[in-house]
Antibody
Framework: QVRLVDSGGGVVQPGRSLRLSCSAA????????MHWVRQAPGKGLEWVAH????????LYADSVRGRFTISRDNANNTVALQMNSLRVEDTAVYYC???????????WGQGALVAVSS | EIVLTQSPGTLSFSPGERVTLSCRAS???????FVWYQQKRGQAPRVLIY???SRATGIPDRFSGSGSGTDFTLTISRLEPDDFAVYFC?????????FGQGTKLEIK
């Protein structure tokens, strides 16, 4: 069964760090770019970061650049998001996702809740 | 940054009706990298339409997409009860990739 499993969410104080992980099952992520997308409570979707299939091209939203780092381990079929200097406005459900629509690929994790609060 | 504006924020329709959702971009979008998602409460989004007008696998033909440049639409020809959800447009041809703020489709 194809799926992405997000983990590592939790409650953290402003200024602290948290690391999210995404583990893929049923397919190899090595062929695909991977993304993190977040959704604040009751709000819309916000793209956060992208990493190319080989890690060669990495992109970030302005709101997280310099604080968040996306990485991947194709051998272990995992993607990570290291989040430093967290802010209250980073509170959201974070989804790991990959899409290659012409190949019928549109996979999302179940989401990991990150709550930044003092 | 390409800003995507979806209007209106909420639409109220009855099952069986036809509805058109709008997404307008602040600058021209490469239509190859324009998609529509549906999201239901407590679930991750799922793609309905990719490349502006191609239906994703398993999506019924009552969903259709069109548009180019800065104006894109999603049409649902005959609403079914399962279609009442939130719909997002997205472009991923130009970084930062951006989503519209969403249109909630509710039952009248």
């Amino acid at each position: 069964q194809v799926r992405l499993v997000d983990s590592g969410g939790g409650v953290v104080q402003p200024g602290r760090s948290l690391r999210l992980s995404c583990s893929a099952a049923g397919f190899s992520i090595s062929r695909y770019a991977m993304h993190w997308v977040r959704q604040a409570p009751g709000k819309g979707l916000e793209w956060v970061a992208h990493i190319a299939y080989d890690g060669g091209n990495i992109l970030y939203a302005d709101s997280v650049r310099g604080r968040f780092t996306i990485s991947r381990d194709n051998a272990n079929n995992t993607v990570a998001l290291q989040m430093n200097s967290l802010r209250v406005e980073d509170t959201a459900v974070y989804y790991c996702a990959t899409w290659a629509f012409t190949l019928g690929v549109d996979y999302w994790g179940q989401g990991a809740l990150v709550a930044v609060s003092s | 940054e390409i800003v995507l504006t979806q209007s209106p924020g909420t639409l109220s329709f009855s099952p069986g009706e036809r509805v058109t959702l709008s997404c307008r971009a602040s600058q021209s979008v490469d239509s190859r990298f324009f998609v529509w998602y549906q999201q239901k409460r407590g679930q991750a989004p799922r793609v309905l339409i990719y490349r502006t007008s191609s239906r994703a696998t398993g999506i019924p033909d009552r969903f259709s997409g069109s548009g180019s440049g800065t104006d894109f639409t999603l049409t649902i020809s005959r609403l079914e009860p399962d279609d009442f959800a939130v719909y997002f447009c997205q472009q991923y041809g130009s970084s930062p990739y951006t989503f519209g703020q969403g249109t909630k489709l509710e039952i009248k």
